[in-house]
T-cell receptor
Framework: DVKVTQSSRYLVKRTGEKVFLECVQDMDHENMFWYRQDPGLGLRLIYF???????EKGDIPEGYSVSREKKERFSLILESASTNQTSMYLC??????????????FGDGTRLSIL | EDKVVQSPLSLVVHEGDTVTLNCSYE??????LLWYKQEKKAPTFLFML????IEKKSGRLSSILDKKELSSILNITATQTGDSAIYLCASGKIAGNMLTFGGGTRLMVKP
C-alpha cells in the first residue's frame, strides 16, 4: 500500500514566520503535489513536481515555494506566513502517467493556522 | 480555464436511501474523470473513468461517465452512516499528470 506521510497533523504559526511543511512517500513515485483545501473550493493545486529538483506552478503558487531534493520528499515553504494561508494542506503522489492519468495518493493533511 | 463543478454542495439522507452525486467538467484535452472519498483525513481513490457509458462498480458504489454531456455521476445505494464523507471528483488531461478538482459534495447519512 502507498503511504504518504505529512510531518504534522496540526500546526500553529505566527504571521511573518517562515513555515515548512514536509511530505514523504514510500512508493518511489515520480510525481508529487501540494494542494490546499478550503470549504467549498475543493482542492487547489499549489505546486507539482515530476522529478528531483523539478517543479511546476499550480493554480495558486503565490506566497509559496517548494523543494524536492530527494525523490521521496517534497517540502512546501510559506516564505512569510499570512492569515489568508490558514488552511488544510494536502500532499499527494502518483506514478508518472504515460498515456493514462494515474490516481493520486494523499497524505492525511496538515491543518495550518496562522495567527 | 479548466473547470470541474460538483452538485449538490451538500446532502443529508437517511440510512437505506440511494443517492446520486453529480460532476460536470469543462476541460481541454480531457482524458479521465476520477472520484475520491474523503472522510476525516486523506482522500481515498474510488474510481477512474475514461470511456463513456461504461459503469464502474465497487460494492454499493457505482459511477458512469457521459462524454457527450461532459459529466459523471456517482451512485450509492442502500447508504450507511459510514458513507458520510466529502466526495470529490477530478479530471485529468491527455499527456498530463495534474488533476483539476471540483469543490466536493458533503454527504451526511443519518441513522
Amino acid at each position: 500500500d502507498v503511504k504518504v506521510t505529512q510531518s504534522s497533523r496540526y500546526l500553529v504559526k505566527r504571521t511573518g514566520e517562515k513555515v515548512f511543511l514536509e511530505c514523504v512517500q514510500d512508493m518511489d513515485h515520480e510525481n508529487m503535489f501540494w494542494y490546499r483545501q478550503d470549504p467549498g473550493l475543493g482542492l487547489r493545486l499549489i505546486y507539482f513536481s515530476y522529478d528531483v529538483k523539478m517543479k511546476e506552478k499550480g493554480d495558486i503558487p503565490e506566497g509559496y515555494s517548494v523543494s524536492r531534493e530527494k525523490k521521496e520528499r517534497f517540502s512546501l515553504i510559506l516564505e512569510s506566513a499570512s492569515t489568508n494561508q490558514t488552511s488544510m494542506y494536502l500532499c499527494a503522489s502518483s506514478l508518472l502517467g504515460v498515456g493514462l492519468n494515474q490516481p493520486q495518493h494523499f497524505g492525511d493533511g496538515t491543518r495550518l493556522s496562522i495567527l | 480555464e479548466d473547470k470541474v463543478v460538483q452538485s449538490p454542495l451538500s446532502l443529508v439522507v437517511h440510512e437505506g436511501d440511494t443517492v446520486t452525486l453529480n460532476c460536470s467538467y469543462e476541460v481541454t484535452n480531457f482524458r479521465s474523470l476520477l472520484w475520491y472519498k474523503q472522510e476525516k483525513k486523506a482522500p481515498t481513490f474510488l474510481f477512474m473513468l475514461t470511456s463513456s457509458g461504461i459503469e464502474k462498480k465497487s460494492g454499493r458504489l457505482s459511477s458512469i461517465l457521459d462524454k457527450k454531456e461532459l459529466s459523471s455521476i456517482l451512485n450509492i445505494t442502500a447508504t450507511q452512516t459510514g458513507d458520510s464523507a466529502i466526495y470529490l471528483c477530478a479530471s485529468g488531461k491527455i499527456a498530463g499528470n495534474m488533476l483539476t478538482f471540483g469543490g466536493g459534495t458533503r454527504l451526511m447519512v443519518k441513522p
